[in-house]
């Protein structure tokens, strides 16, 4: 099945530090942004790529897509404040294809097997995102004091892509706008619907490159499955 998927990428990336997006610091020599695109650009399932950016960035975004050959892009549309703002311009600027993924840009080593399973599990279910098993001990803490020692075999933690039947993730984003409700991720916006939300399990490598000590993981990831590929 085919699928259209959200990139906003129009954040600021403060926490990297970098005094620019996050998404033009290089791996290996190449954007950020262009290794993550280069992921949808090769799975033939992907049939659409939507961006949300940043006005002023517009114009060096579309050289990377020209310069890296990245042809499967429908619509460059503007992104807003807040990350659910810039989903929603992008779905709103959206071809309408059944399933449809929202993907951190600044998470590059999504898999194509487990993009294949959200949108397997979301065209059946409505919706799926890509998670991992919480590893360690995990504590309920409040004012600095621990509470209780909750069950990590009950608790995930979520990644992306996060794929959605599209008409639910369009209803989900309208009424959140509407009662400008803010969520933490698209997944919670359907949750707040009463839809429930399947977990595909994702791979530990699918991190967001967020910190500098990130970008040292991307560059072991990449070199990595480079020696994977001899």
């Given at each position: 099945m085919k699928y259209t998927v959200l990139l906003p990428a129009a954040g600021s990336g403060?926490?990297?530090?970098?005094?620019?997006?996050?998404?033009?610091?290089?791996?290996?020599?190449?954007?950020?942004?262009?290794?993550?695109?280069?992921?949808?650009?090769?799975?033939?399932?992907?049939?659409?790529?939507?961006?949300?950016?940043?006005?002023?960035?517009?114009?060096?975004?579309e050289q990377l897509l020209e310069k890296h050959n990245i042809t499967k892009v429908a619509a460059i549309t503007e992104g807003?404040?807040?990350?659910?703002?810039?989903v929603y311009a992008c779905l709103k600027a959206s071809p309408k294809e059944e399933v449809v993924?929202?993907?951190?840009?600044?998470?590059?080593?999504?898999?194509?097997?487990?993009?294949?399973?959200?949108?397997?599990?979301?065209?059946?279910?409505?919706?799926?995102?890509?998670a991992v098993r919480a590893k360690d001990t995990m504590k309920k803490v409040e004012n600095g004091i621990i509470q209780e020692t909750v069950d990590r075999e009950c608790l995930w933690i979520i990644q992306t892509p996060q794929a959605f039947q599209f008409s639910l993730l369009e209803k989900a984003e309208r009424l959140a706008d509407d009662a400008r409700f803010l969520g933490t991720d698209e997944a919670m916006l359907v949750e707040r619907l009463g839809e429930d939300v399947h977990i595909v399990e994702s791979t530990y490598?699918?991190?967001?490159?967020?910190?500098?000590?990130?970008?040292?993981?991307?560059?072991f990831i990449l070199k990595s499955r480079e020696l994977e590929e001899l």
């Open positions: 403060k926490r990297m530090g970098a005094g620019q997006n996050k998404l033009f610091l290089e791996l290996r020599n190449i954007p950020i942004l262009v290794h993550t695109l280069r992921v949808f650009e090769q799975d033939s399932k992907c049939k659409h790529i939507v961006l949300a950016v940043k006005k002023e960035e517009q114009a060096f975004i807003g404040a807040e990350r659910q703002q810039s993924l929202v993907h951190d840009a600044a998470r590059p080593f999504i898999k194509q097997e487990v993009i294949h399973q959200l949108v397997k599990k979301a065209s059946k279910l409505g919706a799926a995102v890509a490598d699918n991190v967001k490159m967020t910190t500098q000590e990130d970008l040292l993981f991307g560059e």
